[in-house]
Every structure is written in structure tokens, then in C-alpha cells.
């Protein structure tokens, strides 16, 4: 018997991974005394153009818009206006060219002419970093100027232009031989210049030349201008809950309330006093005058009693890690205020090294009604499991807690980790400074009150912390150029860079070890 052959798709070779290639570009590219108003450039395959509005950048930037189309394999850019003499242009398309069918990228391509005898060869390098985190930041614009005078930057074009990659790093080629001022800009409107407050920039001190080697690679730190303006940054509100926010850290914050009040409210301050938590009851509107260093910010109105209830009634305890300071106490904040303890049915319940002890521990509210000390003695040395029941506390919306186990050992502060940073001030240091310390642990929240030393030139301070809980833990450190206190942005208009911070290694604290750290201002 006979049958015929079965039909089948054919399976291919392997999936393409290689982007197009040129194989002919007229003119040539790196051409020299180009005096054309079209640029074609052929590829090997079918290629499709990805976002090439958004990822074009042309040096210098052209007064029009080229025309840029596909024609089969080929590119075409059509110019507009007629090119500047003896300059070299430089066409950076970076990967918006990538072939049809699979979409692989042609990275970083650069097609390049001049209008006169030769092709600028110089180069401008660095990174951009952001000014308070250190981090690199990505696709910021990075601007040349053979214009030196200061307002070129917000009323005029660069004559050269870049983009940082991924790591905050960039690179300008073809570059004349010239003076520049350079610049960063996070963009918010396109306009190739600052001129709005609200986009973060960078900028050098001085004019660069491309051959001074002692400059580069060149370090911009990036910043927003600071508004000055004392003002609220926020505010809200939940049942029994009013909060807000300063937009500039205050010096001396007070609190003016203008209702009257059965019920004393509680003011609760964030480490740096920027928030601001109050928590009240019984009452419709809560009015407030918001001050800092006798000087009225902002009134402010909340309405307190229409809003959601807090349905999610729950408590954490301040001093929860596996091992505590025997001189710590046991302290439960609440995310709602507290309306009753249910003594008779509810205990809190401590094993001691299996031992179980029942009996009812005292319990009491501290100058806060969210806040509540567990009164009991806690043995150096020993580990207690700690239940607090079910139900042992009802806030005022009538919601009660849930259970909470937690489990510690109890140990000498004198046995709990240190750590101890060291403050070097180089050779290099021209003038003496304040330096604000902040204990950071692995979120980069603040563990601990700010500390403030003084540096000259070859000084060499300490900062120690003792008693902190096993973890991670490094420093921040602030130059505190204007004594205010806190860390300070820039201000292009007035010629400053933003304050400079240095960052410590993060290091792994141990229970009974001190770790030091060196950080070297220069």
C-alpha cells in the first residue's frame, strides 16, 4: 500500500539574533566636506525604526526637524535647512534602529559628518549622579555650550548633546576644540534648556576644555532647586486622625489648636519634625494654626469625624528584634486610640525559658492614648515568649486586637552591637565645616538623633553608637556648608551646588561586636 507524504511546516534554523548591518550609506559616513541635504543609509535586512523621535539626538541641534523615512532597506533623513561650516554633525540614533522580524537592536549607532576639511575627534566623558542619594540617574540629558555666559543655559540651545545610559554614564564624540560650560538636565518640556524650576539639573563650577585631563571623567550631581517657601507639603485625615507635613524641616514647630477640646489631643513629631500626626476624638473639625520659630505658616481645617474608620485595628511593639536591652521596656503603639484594656479576660502571657507565667502584668497608658507599657520586670539573660491574647485591648471605634506572639531574649545593653565611624578629613580639605552624622539602617531609615562634628583640614573624628539591635546599619553624612542643619539643595541662579554628602559602607552589626567604618572627606 502506498500513501502520500504528510505536510509539514518547516521548522527553520535559529531564531535570528543579529540586528542590520550597513552596507552602503551615501555619503560615506565620517565624510568630510558634506554639502548635501540628504543622507541615505542601507541595511542588510528589513528594519523598522523604534521611537526615533524620542531617542534621536543630532549635534548640533538643527533649527527643523529633518524628514527621516524607510524605503525598503533604506534610511533616509532628509535636512531642512541648510548646515553651519566647518562644523561636525553627529546623527546618534542609539538602538532605534533594529531589524523586522525579531526587533534586534543596532546599539549606540552614530552616523557622523562634517561640512569642513576634517571631523572634530575630541571627546567629553562622565556620569551623572543624583546629589543626595549618590545613585547614577538614567537618560538625563547632558548639554555642551560654546556659549559661556550664563543665561545660555535657560534661553538658548547646546551646541552638543548626550544622553546618560542605564549607570548615569556618558560620552560626547566629534567634539571641536574649545572652551565649554556643561551641563544635566532631566527635561520636563523639550526645550533643550532650563526654564522650569521643577527639573532637576547639574552643572560645573567652571568652563571645561575636552583636553584637560585632569577633569575627566567628569562627576555632575543633580539636584531640584529648594523652594524657600515655608509652606504645608500635605495633609490629611481619618476618623479621630489629622496629619501634615512641612515642606522645609522646622526649626521650632508649635501647634495652635482653635477648637475647644473635652479631649487633649495628642502631637506626635517625625525624627526630623517635617510630620506632623495629632490624634483627637469626639469632636467634627479640628483647627489648627501651624507654626515654626514663631512665625505662622499655615491654617488648616480638618475634618475628622466623616472620615473612613480605621477598620484595621493593630499594635506594634517599639523594641520587637529578637534580642532587647534588659533596660528597654515593653512599649505597644497603636494605629488607633485606645478605649478600653479588657483585664478580666485577657492576659499577657510570658513563657520563661518554658516556664509559663500566667499572671496578669499591669498595664499603663503613657501621656499618649495610642501608647501603652506593659509594667513587668524582664530577666537579663533569659527568653521569654510573650503572648498578648486576643481581644486584650478595644479602640475607640470598637474594634478589638488580634493575638500577638513575640518572641526575644533579654540581653545586657552593654552586649547589644556598635558601631563606630570614622571621619578623615583629607589633606585636600580647604576650609573647616560642620558635618551632620545620621544613623541609617538597611531601608535607610533614621535609627538615631542626629549628630553634629566639626572638620578642619587633616582632622580626624568619631562617632559611636552603642546598644543597637543585630542588623545592618550605615551613615549618611551631610557638609553642612550654612549651618542650618539639615542637607541643602542647589541653585543655579545663584551659582551653588547643592550640599555634599558622603555615604559609609552598610555593615553588619553583631550582638556584643563593635564594627568601624572609615569614610575620607576630600
Known amino acids: 500500500a502506498y500513501s502520500c507524504a504528510s505536510e509539514v511546516a518547516p521548522t527553520g534554523g535559529p531564531k535570528d539574533t543579529t540586528p542590520p548591518a550597513i552596507v552602503e550609506s551615501v555619503p560615506d559616513n565620517l565624510s568630510i566636506n558634506f554639502n548635501s541635504d540628504v543622507i541615505t543609509i542601507t541595511f542588510d535586512e528589513f528594519f523598522q525604526l523604534n521611537n526615533y523621535k524620542q531617542k534621536l539626538l543630532i549635534s548640533p541641534p538643527l533649527e527643523k526637524e529633518p524628514d527621516i523615512h524607510i524605503k525598503g532597506k533604506r534610511l533616509i533623513i532628509k535636512l531642512k535647512e541648510q548646515l553651519i561650516p566647518n562644523t561636525t554633525y553627529r546623527f546618534f540614533f542609539d538602538d532605534a534602529i533594529a531589524d523586522y522580524n525579531e526587533n534586534n537592536p543596532l546599539k549606540n549607532f552614530t552616523f557622523t559628518v562634517s561640512t569642513g576639511d576634517f571631523i572634530d575627534s575630541l571627546s567629553v566623558a562622565g556620569t551623572v549622579k543624583d546629589a543626595f542619594t549618590l545613585k547614577p540617574v538614567k537618560d538625563a540629558m547632558v548639554f555642551l555650550y560654546d556659549d559661556l555666559s550664563d543665561s545660555a543655559f535657560t534661553n538658548k540651545k547646546p551646541y552638543y548633546i548626550a544622553k546618560t545610559d542605564e549607570n548615569g554614564n556618558f560620552t560626547i564624540n566629534n567634539v571641536r576644540d574649545t572652551v565649554y560650560n556643561i551641563f544635566s538636565i532631566i527635561e520636563s518640556d523639550k526645550s533643550l534648556n532650563y526654564n522650569l524650576p521643577t527639573e532637576q539639573i547639574a552643572f560645573n563650577d567652571f568652563p571645561i576644555h575636552p583636553l584637560d585631563s585632569t577633569i575627566m571623567p567628569l562627576e555632575l550631581l543633580m539636584f531640584i532647586k529648594e523652594d524657600s517657601t515655608h509652606a504645608i507639603s500635605f495633609k490629611e485625615s481619618n476618623l479621630n486622625y489629622a496629619s501634615f507635613g512641612y515642606k522645609i524641616p522646622p526649626i521650632a514647630p508649635e501647634i495652635v489648636f482653635l477648637n475647644e477640646m473635652e479631649f487633649e489631643p495628642i502631637i506626635e513629631y517625625s525624627i526630623n519634625k517635617d510630620t506632623v500626626k495629632i490624634s483627637t476624638k469626639n469632636i467634627?473639625?479640628?483647627?489648627?494654626?501651624?507654626?515654626?520659630?514663631?512665625?505662622?505658616?499655615?491654617?488648616?481645617?480638618?475634618?475628622?469625624?466623616?472620615?473612613?474608620?480605621?477598620?484595621?485595628?493593630?499594635?506594634?511593639?517599639?523594641?520587637?528584634?529578637?534580642?532587647?536591652?534588659?533596660?528597654?521596656?515593653?512599649?505597644?503603639?497603636?494605629?488607633?486610640?485606645?478605649?478600653?484594656?479588657?483585664?478580666?479576660?485577657?492576659?499577657?502571657?510570658?513563657?520563661?525559658?518554658?516556664?509559663?507565667?500566667?499572671?496578669?502584668?499591669?498595664?499603663?497608658?503613657?501621656?499618649?492614648?495610642?501608647?501603652?507599657?506593659?509594667?513587668?520586670?524582664?530577666?537579663?539573660?533569659?527568653?521569654?515568649?510573650?503572648?498578648?491574647?486576643?481581644?486584650?485591648?478595644?479602640?475607640?471605634?470598637?474594634?478589638?486586637?488580634?493575638?500577638?506572639?513575640?518572641?526575644?531574649?533579654?540581653?545586657?545593653?552593654?552586649?547589644?552591637?556598635?558601631?563606630?565611624l570614622k571621619i578623615v578629613a583629607d589633606s585636600t580639605l580647604t576650609s573647616d565645616h560642620d558635618y551632620i552624622v545620621k544613623l541609617l539602617d538597611a531601608n535607610n531609615n533614621q535609627k538615631a538623633a542626629n549628630k553634629v562634628v566639626r572638620l578642619m583640614q587633616n582632622d580626624t573624628t568619631t562617632v559611636t553608637y552603642k546598644g543597637l539591635s543585630s542588623g545592618k546599619y550605615s551613615c549618611l553624612i551631610i557638609e553642612d556648608n550654612n549651618g542650618n542643619g539639615k542637607w541643602t539643595s542647589g541653585d543655579y541662579s545663584h551659582k551653588r551646588q547643592p550640599e555634599r554628602v558622603f555615604y559609609s559602607n552598610q555593615v553588619e552589626v553583631k550582638d556584643k561586636f563593635d564594627i568601624e567604618e572609615i569614610v575620607i572627606i576630600k
Request: glycine share 4%; hydrophobic share 40%; aromatic share 8%.
Open 284 to 420: 467634627d473639625t479640628l483647627n489648627i494654626i501651624a507654626i515654626d520659630n514663631k512665625i505662622t505658616i499655615d491654617t488648616l481645617r480638618f475634618v475628622v469625624s466623616s472620615q473612613r474608620m480605621i477598620d484595621n485595628f493593630k499594635f506594634n511593639i517599639s523594641n520587637s528584634g529578637k534580642n532587647v536591652s534588659d533596660d528597654d521596656s515593653l512599649l505597644l503603639s497603636f494605629n488607633n486610640l485606645i478605649d478600653k484594656i479588657l483585664i478580666d479576660s485577657a492576659q499577657v502571657i510570658m513563657s520563661i525559658d518554658t516556664i509559663v507565667d500566667t499572671t496578669y502584668k499591669k498595664m499603663t497608658y503613657l501621656d499618649s492614648i495610642n501608647k501603652v507599657m506593659i509594667n513587668t520586670s524582664l530577666e537579663t539573660g533569659a527568653s521569654y515568649n510573650i503572648t498578648i491574647c486576643d481581644s486584650t485591648f478595644t479602640d475607640i471605634n470598637g474594634h478589638y486586637s488580634k493575638k500577638h506572639i513575640w518572641d526575644a531574649k533579654i540581653i545586657n545593653k552593654d552586649d547589644l552591637g556598635g558601631f563606630v
